[in-house]
């Protein structure tokens, strides 16, 4: 080898090495509700089971108060937060390693009539590389807004408010050129609710899916992708009257659908355990009834119905997360229970902890949650109920954990607090 072709690769070693350094030094991302594709799966490791008030990183107070849930790309961790009376809201970014507020843009709105246990800031925005999305209900408009990191509005698009008696409280999601959410109306002819896409540059729509004009149960879940196994991806949506929906994200066309197995409305989330899709509907502070479909290859591949159960173990609020063959349902009573995924049999239920509105999230074995009353319950992801860690946060939760580059984040009405391994 001649010194020319040393130096070159050594040049090659230097860029290389660079190259996985920076693309590891933030770790993954958590880039909307639940992080990657919403199932609340991360690769961190080694995470804390427990902690007290001297443990923390850093703890910010934020403006007002909210139930979404905080959102991370590289440096920054992003939250909303709204005030008492929902007619200003605020989102915010941090240094993940310091809690320094970088900025902080503030909206005003007309309030929308909504649940005591709802808020204008229940809405967790979705990132990608350079845009953070986040959508704002109020009772003349719904605006869905595009921020670049450092703040600067690069566009916002104005939609029909929403005749929702509970209040709005779905979250974006990005599908590569697209931002992507359900629009629901209630208990009205016109207009009807929508499945909507929007150009992520400019936020013109791309295409809309409409309701039929008797589903009169809106659905508050935020949709997942699904990838089939010729590599074909759909977007999963759910409804009472349409069921379970897998979409074509170019052409928002409804490739498949099952009818029939969302008996009530849904709020969770869809939730992906290799080839099947779970989802759950209910009403009156508890599930209804869970189905499992499991779609075939293609246009034409016939969607199977796995099973379908009701129970008192199913959640209405919270959505389940699929672990290793297992789903874990979180129930709003307090409940927390563990079937096998494929046939539906219920391995293990107990209640080790208040009610539950918050969704779980998984890292290196182990499942974090926080209960109603702000208590962070750590369990072993298993088929055994193993109680591994409990922290008492001080102040009520209804939000999701996050984690990215070994801090988990956690957010209360009013509080964002960091944690390091």
């Known amino acids: 080898m001649n010194s020319n072709t040393k130096q070159l690769a050594i040049l090659v070693l230097i860029l290389l090495c660079s190259s996985f350094s920076s ?33 923390y990183s850093w703890v910010i107070k934020l403006s007002g108060k909210g139930y979404s849930s905080p959102v991370v790309w590289g440096d920054k961790v992003f939250i909303t937060s709204a005030s008492e009376d929902n007619s200003k809201g605020w989102l915010a970014a941090y240094n ?14 007309t309030p929308l009539k909504m649940h005591k246990l709802n808020s204008l800031a229940a809405s967790t925005p ?32 104005d939609f029909e408010a929403t005749t929702l008696p509970l209040g709005q409280a779905t979250s974006p999601i990005v599908y590569k050129d697209m931002v992507i959410f359900v629009h629901e109306q209630e208990n009205t002819k016109e207009p009807l609710g929508k499945w909507i896409a929007v150009d992520k540059k400019n936020g013109d729509v791309r295409w809309s899916i409409e309701h039929l004009a008797d589903d009169n149960k809106a659905s508050y879940l935020v949709p997942c992708v699904y990838t089939d196994r010729a590599g ?67 246009a034409d591949g016939k969607v ?34 563990c079937i096998d ?8 239920s107990e209640k080790p902890a208040g009610r539950f509105y918050s969704s779980p999230v998984y890292a290196d074995g182990k499942l974090y949650c926080m209960d109603m009353d702000g208590k962070l319950i750590v369990l ?9 860690g409990e922290s008492d946060l001080g102040e009520s939760s ?24």
Not at 341 to 348: E, M, V
Not at 380 to 388: D, I, P, R, T, V
Not at 398 to 421: D, H, P, Q, W
């Open 96 to 109: 993940v390693a310091t809690g320094k507020e970088l900025w902080k843009k503030d909206y005003s709105f």
């Open 232 to 298: 074909k991806d759909v977007i999963v949506f759910c409804s009472k009257q349409r069921g379970v929906c897998g979409v074509d994200p170019s052409s928002g066309t409804i490739v498949w659908q099952v009818e029939g197995v969302t008996p009530a409305r849904p709020i969770a989330g869809p939730v992906i355990s290799g080839d099947l899709i779970l989802n759950t509907s209910g009403g009156g502070g508890g599930g209804k009834g869970l189905s499992v479909v499991r779609p075939g290859v293609g």
């Open 126 to 157: 979705a990132l990608d590389g350079k845009h953070i999305y986040s959508i704002w209900y109020g009772k003349d408009k719904t605006r869905l807004i595009a921020l670049d990191h450092d703040g600067g509005e690069v566009w916002s698009k």
């Open 341 to 348: 995924s494929l046939t539906g049999d219920i391995k293990w």
């Open 23 to 55: 693309s590891s030094s933030f770790g993954e991302n958590w880039d909307r509700f639940r992080g990657p594709n919403g199932q609340g799966l991360s690769v961190e490791k080694n995470l804390p089971v427990s902690w007290s008030e001297s443990d």
């Open 380 to 388: 072993a992801a298993g088929g055994k109920f193993e109680m591994l």
């Open 304 to 337: 199977e119905t796995v099973y379908t159960l009701k129970g008192k173990f199913i959640p209405y609020v919270s959505t389940p997360i699929a672990v290793d063959g297992l789903f874990f349902f979180y129930h709003d009573k307090g409940n927390i229970a």
């Open 398 to 421: 209804y939000s999701s954990v996050a984690m990215s580059n070994g801090r988990v984040f956690l957010r209360t009405f009013t509080k964002l607090i960091c944690v390091e391994k």
